[in-house]
C-alpha cells in the first residue's frame, strides 16, 4: 500500500525505506530512558546551581556556583580524593594480579575444580553493602575474628583499632574491596583464557619457550584488548561503588574514609543538602564520563583488531 504509515514513497516513484516503524518500535525504550536517565540528570544538573536543603526548604533559591565552591573548599575535600584515587588504584592492582593469578589456575581442569570455580563466584552474587557488614564484623576491635586470630599466634600485643584508626580504616575497606572486586576478573579473565588457541601455546613449548616467556608473549598478548575494557570497565564500577564502604564505617571516623561516591551518599541521605550533593554528583559524572570515553574507544580498537 503506497500510502502506509510505515512508508514514505519518493518522487521518482520508489519506495523508501521504513524509519517511521522502528522509530515507532524505539519509543517506549526511548521515553524510558528519558524518564530514568535523562531527566534525573537535567534535574541534578538544576539543582547544583541551588540552595535547596530539605531542613530549610523556605529557602530555596539560585546561588550560582557556590555549591561547587563549597565542595572544593571543604576540609575534608582533599582527603577524599586521595582516597578515591588510592580506593581504586590499589583495589584494581590487587584485583587485576590475585584474579589473573587465580584465573590461570582455574584454566588447567583438575579434581573439583567446578566446585572450586562455583566456591569463587559466590562473592560476586551477594550484595556489596552485605558484604562490609560482614568485613565489620571481621575487623571489628573487640569482637573481630582478625583481631582474635592475630592474639592467638601471639603476632599482636593487644587489639589493633582496625575501623576506628583513620589509616587502619581506610586499609580495612580497601582489603574488602580486593577481595569483593577478585571474582569480577577471575570470571572475564578465564572467559578470555577459554579463547587462546591451544596450538600457539603448543608451539610455543616445541619452540622451547618457558611458562614465563608463554605468558608474557602468547597468552598476554593475545587477551590485551579484554584486559583493558574490563580494568577500564572495573575502573568506573569502583570509583562509584559506596556500599562496602557504608557496610563498615559509613565514611568514618571523622568521614576520614569517604571516597566521592560515599560522600555523595552521605550529601543526599544524612546532611539533606541536594544542591551540594547534585553538585558532586555532576563533578562525579564527569570523572566517569572521562573513563566512559576510554572505555568506549578501547572497545572500538578492540573490534577493529578482530576485523
Not at 19 to 32: E, K, R
Request: with cysteine; aromatic share 16%.
Amino acid at each position: 500500500m503506497q500510502n502506509s504509515l510505515f512508508k514514505v514513497a519518493r518522487k521518482d516513484g520508489k519506495k523508501s525505506k521504513n524509519f517511521l516503524g522502528p522509530l515507532l518500535f524505539l519509543l517506549p525504550a526511548l521515553i524510558l530512558i528519558s524518564i530514568f536517565i535523562y531527566y534525573p540528570v537535567f534535574k541534578t544538573a538544576d539543582l547544583s546551581f541551588q540552595n535547596f536543603k530539605l531542613y530549610d526548604q523556605g529557602n530555596i533559591k539560585f546561588n550560582g556556583l557556590e555549591n561547587f565552591r563549597g565542595i572544593f573548599q571543604d576540609l575534608h575535600f582533599k582527603r577524599i580524593i586521595q582516597n578515591t584515587v588510592l580506593w581504586v588504584t590499589v583495589s584494581l592492582f590487587f584485583q587485576v594480579t590475585i584474579g589473573f593469578i587465580i584465573a590461570l589456575y582455574l584454566r588447567n581442569r583438575f579434581k573439583f575444580s567446578g566446585l572450586y570455580q562455583g566456591i569463587i563466584f559466590i562473592p560476586w552474587a551477594l550484595s556489596g553493602f552485605l558484604m562490609g557488614l560482614i568485613w565489620k564484623w571481621i575487623f571489628d576491635d573487640n569482637l573481630g575474628v582478625l583481631n582474635n586470630i592475630l592474639l592467638g599466634w601471639n603476632v599482636i600485643d593487644k587489639p589493633i583499632p582496625w575501623l576506628s584508626n583513620a589509616n587502619w580504616a581506610m586499609a580495612a575497606v580497601i582489603i574488602a574491596n580486593i577481595w569483593y572486586g577478585v571474582t569480577f576478573f577471575v570470571i572475564m579473565i578465564l572467559a578470555a583464557l577459554q579463547g587462546v588457541p591451544k596450538e600457539m601455546i603448543e608451539a610455543s613449548e616445541l619452540d622451547g619457550c618457558s611458562r614465563a616467556q608463554t605468558l608474557f608473549r602468547i597468552i598476554i598478548p593475545y587477551i590485551r584488548p579484554t584486559l583493558i575494557l574490563i580494568i577500564l570497565l572495573r575502573i568506573i564500577w569502583i570509583t562509584n561503588f559506596p556500599d562496602i564502604i557504608f557496610g563498615m564505617t559509613s565514611g568514618g571516623p571523622n568521614e576520614q574514609t569517604h571516597i566521592l561516591s560515599s560522600w555523595l551518599v552521605q550529601k543526599i541521605t544524612y546532611d539533606q543538602d541536594w544542591g551540594s550533593g547534585s553538585a558532586l554528583a555532576l563533578l562525579i559524572l564527569a570523572i566517569l564520563f572521562i573513563f566512559s570515553i576510554f572505555y568506549l574507544l578501547a572497545t572500538r580498537l578492540e573490534k577493529e583488531s578482530e576485523v
